[in-house]
């Protein structure tokens, strides 16, 4: 079964340190991988986009890692600020054409003054 | 230009009674998407359109549930004879076309609480 298994479920960091939140996936055959942001109230909003052969995408202060052989990606916040607090959902699409695109659970992130 | 729009913003009802969500895509998406996220919970796909193609209903969890898109543009998410496990937030978003290769922009969703 395709799944998406994202970890921390939530994260508490203090303003200006860095994280890392994981994300590690079974779909199959692969297509793309996309990193959401959700603020609270909101709608997901796409940060990254990887495909087979990338492994590595960034975003301003977001970098996104990508290990096909392992199917295990990453998002990394640098000097995180109070308006990263938010949702972050990864999300993997299978090359079957049409649409087919699976869904994590999200990483609440919380960043503290 | 405008993004995707969703109304109303939030809804009340009592159980039994029927809802109709609405989605307005951003123009010229083709491929259209409903979602259901309950409270904690990732998103839940519910059905999406691709132009003038029948709808991948695959994701609606009963047969309350029904949408249609009328035009090729707005869609009309209906939930029937309400429950309490219906209340979620109900997000759309559209895409270009359909597939996993274009993003897709989400409206700021529909919060459903079943009394």
């Known amino acids: 079964k395709n799944q998406v298994e994202q970890s921390p479920q939530s994260l508490i960091i203090l303003e200006g340190k860095n994280c890392t939140l994981q994300?590690?996936?079974?779909?199959?055959?692969?297509?793309?991988l996309r990193w959401y942001k959700q603020d609270t109230g909101r709608g997901p909003v796409s940060l990254t986009i990887m495909t087979f052969s990338e492994n590595t995408k960034s975003n301003g202060r977001y970098t996104a890692t990508l290990d096909a052989d392992t199917k295990q990606s990453s998002l990394h916040i640098t000097a995180s600020q109070l308006s990263d607090s938010a949702s972050y959902i990864c999300?993997?699409?299978?090359?079957?054409?049409?649409?087919?695109?699976?869904f994590g659970a999200g990483t609440r992130l919380f960043v503290k003054a | 230009g405008a993004g995707v729009s969703q109304s109303p913003s939030n809804k009340v009802t009592e159980k039994g009674k029927d809802v109709e969500l609405r989605c307005d895509p951003i123009s010229g998406h083709t491929a259209l998407y409903w979602y259901r996220q309950s409270l904690g919970q990732g998103l839940e796909f519910l059905i999406y359109f691709q132009g003038n193609s029948a709808p991948d209903k695959s994701g609606l969890p009963s047969d309350r549930f029904s949408a249609e898109r009328t035009g090729g543009s707005v869609s009309t998410l209906t939930i029937q004879r309400t429950q309490q496990e219906d209340s979620a937030v109900y997000l759309c978003?559209?895409?270009?076309?359909?597939?996993?290769?274009?993003?897709?922009?989400f409206g700021p969703g529909t919060r459903l609480t079943v009394t």
């Open positions: 978003a559209s895409s270009r076309i359909a597939g996993g290769s274009y993003e897709q922009y």
């Open positions: 999300v993997v699409s299978e090359n079957t054409g049409g649409f087919k695109t699976i």
């Open positions: 994300c590690n996936y079974t779909v199959s055959p692969f297509s793309n």
